[in-house]
Structure formats: C-alpha cells, structure tokens
Nanobody, 123 residues
Framework: QLQLVESGGGLVQSGGSLRLSCAAS????????IGWFRQAPGKAREGVSC????????NYADSVKGRFTISRDNAKNTVYLQMNSLKPEDTAFYYC????????????????WGQGTQVTVSP
C-alpha cells in the first residue's frame, strides 16, 4: 500500500522553528517530486515548497522563501520541511504529496497525499 505520513507539527511561538517530516511507505520517494502544501481554515490549499525527483531542484512560495527549506533523505525515504522564523500566518494544516513528473503547486498534479499535520504559530 502506497502511503505518505507527515509528522512534526505542533504549537510554536512566533519566531520559532519546526521540522516537518514526510515518510513514504510502499514506494521509493526519490523517484517522485514532492510538494508541501498547507490549508488554513476557510482558505484553499496552497503550495508552499516542492523538490524535483531527478535533480532535487527546490522551489518555494514567496511567502516562505528564505524561511523554509525542503530536503530529502533517500536513505530514510523521507522528505523534510524545515520551517524557521515562523509567523502566525503560517498556521495551517500541512500536507505532503508525491507525483512522478515535476515540481508544481497544482493540487491536481499530485497522485499521493498524506493525512496532514497541524502547525499552529502563536503571536
């Protein structure tokens, strides 16, 4: 069974840091482009960051550029999202997703999704 599982969310004060993990089972993550998305209450799901499959090229939404870092550890079959200098507006449910082709921020491009993890940043 192909599965993605996120972890690492929690409650943190503004300016703090969290590291989210996206662990895969049933398939090998390094053959897939991985995207991190987030969804706040009443808002659409938005792309935050992604990493390509073949050459690990990374991309970031303007709202997180310079604060978030995406990386992958193929030995652990896991992709990470290091989030620094967190702001209250980063509060959302965070999801990772996988697709075989390319890095994108279109939800419909992705074939596999995790269940998500909550990130809450207090002022």
């Amino acid at each position: 069974q192909l599965q993605l599982v996120e972890s690492g969310g929690g409650l943190v004060q503004s300016g703090g840091s969290l590291r989210l993990s996206c662990a895969a089972s049933g398939f090998t993550l390094d053959y897939y482009a991985i995207g991190w998305f987030r969804q706040a209450p009443g808002k659409a799901r938005e792309g935050v960051s992604c990493i390509s499959s073949s050459d690990d090229i990374t991309n970031y939404a303007d709202s997180v550029k310079g604060r978030f870092t995406i990386s992958r550890d193929n030995a652990k079959n896991t992709v990470y999202l290091q989030m620094n200098s967190l702001k209250p507006e980063d509060t959302a449910f965070y999801y990772c997703a996988a697709q075989k082709y390319y890095c994108s921020y279109y939800v419909s491009d992705y074939d596999y999704w995790g269940q998500g993890t909550q990130v809450t940043v207090s002022p």
